[in-house]
């Protein structure tokens, strides 16, 4: 109970001096005050796995604390964050895959994504309006607070300042990136089609042992899907409209070339929504022009478990539409097989060949 009215006394106070800072400014909250909700994905470098539900609410704190303490405006606020991800569901997934030949030895490090659902109030905003996940809002009639827009990179400094001084850095050691995405599309089951090809990945390794281990087989097919959507979810730079995701990968014949190097075909389904049949709507697109520069990082999400994050979604910058190109899904399966080895998942596969991933 005690604790309970300190922190009620805390919000008083706070509230206080966010009246006290408008009468400073000048600033008078005038125009309806509207309710708001946006999505917001932060990329981590760390373990995902380690991080407890006590962890997930200071990696929450922080973001609203970097936020406030960057925006401009004592009229718009934060009402709530909430973390789309499920840890419990995480944890279940730690030790799935493990086979015989490969140890986990210790904490493994890499990059992921972690969703979360954000609540803000402003007065006097028109139409939709966003955070711009960067310290400041940009409405849509154009209003901009002054010159005092932060942009996204100071977002993540001010973040990562926070998460130095925090526990969680033993485990999450930076923040990456930080994107806010919206809805673009319809994902109803009414304009989702299923469609099926064959991908043909050239690869080095054992071939033998990767036909005769089951659980070796199953990881490879899990990194095949999960390299593919993890690239195609929102990002900075293009947006498939379509929003193909993988949804079944299975093994159907490996051929060897030499010693070391052999060529796997898997049979791959993918959901597409608005497209016709695998000709006109492939699993892969090109580069549309000499502005699009393709994914300029790869930071994604390299969990064993999906991330939790709406369909149909777009980062607000984002202004390329396409699907992954082949040799973007390369560099994608290529280091999440360097991390599941890390991990004791994939100890077959050694190297992905960028030059021969063929779908038909």
Sequence with gaps: MQSLLILLSFLVIDLTLAKHLRILQGTECTGQQ????????????????ALTDDDIATITNAIEESYQGLHSDPCFDIVEIVSADDTSRRRELVDYGMNQRGLNDGQVQFDFNFVFFVTFQCNGCIGDSSLNNDGSRRLNDGRVL??????RDAFVQKFNRILNKSEVVSKVDRLNRVSEEKQVGDCSAATTKRVSTNLSITLKGDSKYLLEDEAEMDNLERGVEKAYNTMNQANPYTCDTSFRKIDRVEFRTLAPVADDVFIVTFVVRYECHGCENRRKDPLFGEQVSIFDAGRQDLYVDFQESDVVSPDCYCDIQADVDRPPTADEFARALKKLIVIRTDQGKITAVTNVATYNIISN
Excluded at 146 to 151: D, F, M
Aim: glycine fraction near 10%; charged fraction near 25%.
């Design 34 to 49: 509207t309710v708001h909700e946006t999505t917001l994905s932060l990329n981590f470098h760390g373990d995902p796995d």
């Design 146 to 151: 002054g010159n005092k827009r932060t942009q």
